[in-house]
């Protein structure tokens, strides 16, 4: 490892060298190695896929049903369908043929009809429509909300939606408006105040997100936030953010109960839908609470809460609303994991949810009586979804490293689960693929790091293979056992390499202050438990110590950067969408440390704070250190890592004369979702890895 060790001895002779490649020594001993793709998991594979989402169950439990995408590679689209199942697996068909984006399916409560959002036959925005289940029939449009419908819910007599509104105009001005805006050559946006964007869309200051409901026949709209004078949060409105009681007489929904978007306080409001009045249900916290769920009695109401202002990580607790009382109650108190959204039970009893612990995505049950049980399943690999029926049956999505995502049907007392569903096994039928397992390693601290490795198909223990290291965005997310298209390990196995995810510091999953340990140093934990990651590699005999090659996204893309500028193992990197500039992030959505722990021009002196903070960790302050070559990516239309990162990282690099490539995707966001530019991606990827760490086996 003369990057990483040798270097060392060369510093008055070679300044700041570290991270170069060994391009001449490689070449000295070219692969004699092809990867043999017939019968891989390619990319041109994963587009052959169906993507199945999140099913829904009737309420009856007779019904099942979930969106389901192809995609065609020839134009670039995608097509997304509504297929029915049921629970014993005789049924499996589409439910729609459109040929338009159908989803958000929602069952009516006697489990007869089924309404979805779709955009069809000419509608300018998407609309509600509504499709038998029980007998043969056509769908039926039910609204024609100019602005668009999202968030759907079906409760008693109503649909419930949600759709961004001008305030003050009725439905018909706003349809002139909204033509009169496409007519216009103006494109010019205008904002006074925050928040300009969310992700990969600018916001309309004007606009609005309000909740409406309508009644299952049709008729007029009640917009039943409007009256109270509080919105919906802009940038975050689904059907998560609010919920409506059994008997319609209570609707519970997000707000900013500062009304102040640059320093939000997310409460829950309950109104009674035709009041003015909304009440606050949870003032006292200061962070965020979110995700209401009421209980099929109308009598609880479940939702999360964080405490930290500025801390999307921080542990979401599970609370309990007694309705007729106000009463809340931590039902998570004593339990160091995050929930996230939760189903009730058929009794009112205990409620469900898929909740990120060490590495997999589980299911657990939340009894009301205080208590978590979790319910590993037999076979069970990742669960990121589920629904529960009245009469008890629990569906669920599946997933794992080595299969696309399934349907199952969970039986929690025998804690096992069943398939339901074929999509993908026809494709699967042709693919060898390799192995993974998670090992554990000691990183920083001293702490347990968790990590998947990967092994290709045939992997020959007695030979050498280079590795390809991944680094996961977040940074407070996991690498879980899951089947990843956009960055699939799999996948760059297959071309020769053993692969890996570690879940460094920071990722959640393995307790609040295993998350909370980068904040607001992001840099060393992290990086310190790369290196380990590394190390734990060239220990082995089965890897090659002399090609080694890491990359990541995002916050991956910001940790890669810092691998520029800092000693490491690796050849080469891969860096999509990074966060380079901290200075520049403020142009993004969100400023990454600015709430919590100061802006850049705020310093009192305190070690981390204001622009002491940026100066530490920012990876363009390294940039006098960058040797090593780099693959960099990025889209257009990323407005949560604005495109500016690459461009200034990429003219860093050129300018030092070091070996870099810039891919721009000008229709692309901080993703790659469009098939051929995603082709594309996983082919230059795999060149410019290839050049940097050639591929496949080697004798000892």
């Avoid at 609470?289 to 609880?300: A, C, V, Y």
């Avoid at 000691?442 to 991944?470: N, R």
């Avoid at 390990?489 to 980068?518: E, K, L, P, R």
């Avoid at 990876?619 to 500016?644: E, I, K, M, S, W």
Wanted: glycine share 8%; proline share 6%.
């Amino acid at each position: 490892m003369k990057r990483y060790f040798t270097a060392l001895l060369l510093i008055t002779l070679l300044p700041l060298a570290l991270g170069c490649s060994s391009t001449a020594q490689l070449e000295a001993h070219p692969p004699a190695w092809q990867a043999d793709d017939s019968r891989a998991l390619t990319v041109e594979r994963m587009w052959e896929m169906k993507r199945i989402g999140n099913p829904v169950i009737s309420p009856d439990g007779r019904w099942i049903v979930a969106p389901v995408t192809r995609y065609t590679v020839s134009d670039d689209r995608s097509h997304t369908d509504l297929w029915l199942y049921t629970a014993d697996g005789s049924v499996e068909r589409p439910l729609t043929r459109h040929g338009s984006a159908d989803g958000q399916p929602a069952f009516s409560p006697d489990g007869n009809h089924l309404a979805f959002v779709s955009r069809r036959d000419g509608d300018e925005a998407s609309q509600i429509y509504i499709l038998p289940i029980s007998e043969p029939g056509e769908a039926i449009r039910l609204t024609e909300i100019p602005t668009g419908v999202t968030g759907i819910k079906w409760v008693g007599e109503h649909l419930y939606f949600i759709s961004s509104i001008f305030p003050g105009m009725s439905w018909s001005e706003m349809a002139e408006r909204l033509a009169a805006d496409r007519a216009s050559h103006m494109s010019g946006l205008t904002w006074n105040r925050l928040p300009f964007a969310s992700f990969d869309r600018f916001l309309n200051e004007e606009r609005q997100s309000h909740l409406f409901r309508i009644h299952h026949t049709g008729g007029e709209t009640l917009n039943i936030t409007l009256p109270t004078g509080r919105e919906l949060p802009r940038s975050s409105s689904g059907a998560s953010s609010y919920d409506v009681s059994p008997d319609e007489s209570l609707v519970v929904f997000m707000s900013d109960a500062n009304r102040d978007d640059l320093n939000p306080k997310i409460d829950l409001f309950r109104v009674a839908p035709g009041s003015i009045e909304a009440v606050n249900i949870t003032p006292d916290n200061i962070g965020v609470d979110g995700n209401p769920r009421f209980s099929r009695n109308g009598r609880l109401l479940a939702f999360t809460r964080n405490r930290i202002p500025g801390f999307y990580a921080d542990t979401n607790d599970l609370m309990i609303y007694t309705v007729e009382t106000g009463a809340i109650r931590n039902q998570t108190e004593n339990w160091d994991r995050s929930v996230g959204s939760v189903v009730w039970d058929a009794n009112n009893e205990s409620l469900f949810g898929s909740v990120s612990d060490a590495g997999t995505r589980r299911i657990f049950r939340f009894h009301i009586v205080p208590g978590v049980e979790p319910l590993p399943v037999t076979g069970a690999t990742d669960y990121p979804s589920l629904d529960v029926a009245l009469n008890g049956t629990v569906v669920a999505l599946n997933h794992s490293f080595l299969h696309p995502p399934q349907l199952h049907i969970l039986d929690i007392p025998e804690r096992s689960s069943k398939r339901i569903d074929t999509l993908n096994d026809d494709i699967m039928a042709e693919v060898d693929l390799g192995t993974y397992e998670s090992v554990t390693y000691t990183g920083a601290d001293g702490k347990e790091i968790q990590m998947w490795v990967h092994y290709p198909a045939g992997f020959d223990s007695s030979k050498k293979y280079p590795l390809f290291l991944l680094i996961h965005g977040g940074p407070h997310s996991a690498i879980t056992d899951g089947f990843h298209f956009r960055w699939n390990a799999q996948t760059f196995a297959s071309w020769g390499y053993v692969t890996a995810w570690h879940n460094f510091h920071g990722s959640d999953g393995f307790g609040q202050d295993f998350t909370d340990a980068i904040n607001p140093d992001w840099i060393t934990k992290p990086y310190e438990d790369t290196i380990r990651a590394a190390e734990w590699f060239m220990e082995k005999d089965w890897i090659d110590s002399d090609r080694m090659f890491a990359g990541g996204a995002s916050y991956g893309g910001y940790l890669s950067s810092i691998l520029l500028g800092k000693e490491h193992p690796f050849n080469a990197l891969l860096i999509h969408a990074p966060v380079y500039n901290l200075y520049s992030q403020m142009a993004a959505d969100f400023a990454v440390h600015s709430t919590r722990f100061g802006n850049y021009w705020e310093d009192d002196g305190s070690h981390f704070d204001g622009r002491t903070i940026y100066e530490a960790i920012s990876p363009h302050y390294f940039a006098g250190n960058f040797n090593t070559p780099a693959l960099l990516t990025h889209g257009q239309d990323d407005l949560r890592v604005p495109v500016g990162q690459i461009f200034e990282l990429f003219r860093t690099l050129q300018s030092r004369g070091v070996d870099s490539r810039l891919i721009y995707f000008p229709n692309e966001n901080h993703w790659i979702l469009r098939p051929n530019n995603s082709i594309y991606w996983y082919h230059q990827v795999r060149e410019w890895v290839e050049k940097y760490a050639p591929p496949g086996p080697r004798p000892r």
